[in-house]
């Protein structure tokens, strides 16, 4: 108690830090209770409650397409970001070369410069070779972060193997392609599941490249829900906050998930260290 007292700006950065957290849940739990309000005029709750707005909003929407859509786009941006980025990572962690450390600034800059930096001229090569509108588009604009993320994922976890079990594998008479599916594989999985989980946040979250290369077929949650409230048009305030509602639950699934298996902290410190 003498700490707290002695030290007066402790109690304010807990006194911003409290006002922060309380402001965002007010608004959050504002718009779910709104998704589930018949009317909301003047009162601390709404007149009534239904859940037929979320009917509104999957069908006015077409939410089963987005998801679908989501889905693919997710999954196919993981699998390749996963098969280009462990042997990227692998190699980063095994060989020293010239330059070494300017190919990791290379694969940390589209992490830390805002994508919309190089969105714009993504975008535009992709217009230019027929891809943007699609999902082929969509799926190679997010690969453009997310393969950095799984080398930074994954270059700590192979370095943490020791080599000489690599070695021993060798001499014992197993190939290239034995070591790294019976050896480096069992070992290397939880890296590999951290990176996926990862990526997938990192895709189903990603406004801004998506945004600017996503079309009407290729059309994510995200971008969807963007499209929901600035789209021409009169919409009920409630079926945007269902779909809102719907986008915000997912997101927070996610990030439970990814925060079980990824240590943020880590992550940072890989970044900095590679800048």
Not at 22 to 27: F, K, R, S
Not at 221 to 247: E, K, P, W
Request: glycine residues 6%; charged residues 10%.
């Amino acid at each position: 108690m003498t700490g707290w007292v002695a030290r007066p700006g402790r109690w304010v950065v807990w006194a911003v830090v409290a006002f922060f957290f309380v402001n965002l849940a007010g608004v959050v739990l504002s718009v779910v209770v709104d998704s589930f309000g018949t009317q909301w005029f003047g009162s601390w709750l709404p007149d009534a409650f239904t859940t037929h707005w979320y009917a509104d909003a999957w069908r006015e929407f077409g939410l089963s397409d987005v998801l679908l859509t989501t889905a693919i786009v997710a999954l196919v941006v993981i699998a390749v970001s996963v098969a280009v980025g462990v042997p990227a990572a692998y190699a980063l962690a095994r060989r020293s070369f010239p330059g070494k450390r300017l190919v990791m600034l290379l694969f940390v800059l589209p992490i830390l410069i805002p994508p919309i930096t190089y969105g714009i001229p993504l975008a535009t090569v992709l217009y230019k070779f027929h891809l943007a509108g699609t999902i082929t588009g969509v799926i190679l604009a997010n690969l453009v972060p997310s393969v950095p993320f799984v080398v930074l994922t994954m270059t700590p976890f192979i370095e943490q193997i020791d080599p000489k079990i690599e070695a021993a594998a060798r001499m014992s008479g197993a190939r290239t392609v034995s070591v790294f599916t019976r050896v480096l594989g069992p070992l290397l999985l939880p890296g590999i599941l951290a990176a996926s989980i990862l990526v997938l946040v990192r895709t189903v979250g990603m406004f801004e490249l998506t945004f600017l290369t996503a079309g009407p077929d290729s059309t994510t949650l995200v971008v969807a829900l963007y499209n929901s409230v600035f789209a021409a048009g009169i919409r009920a305030n409630q079926s945007v906050d269902a779909m809102a509602t719907i986008y915000t639950a997912s997101m927070l699934v996610l990030l439970l998930v990814a925060l079980r298996f990824v240590n943020p902290t880590q992550l940072v410190t890989r970044i900095r260290e590679e800048t």
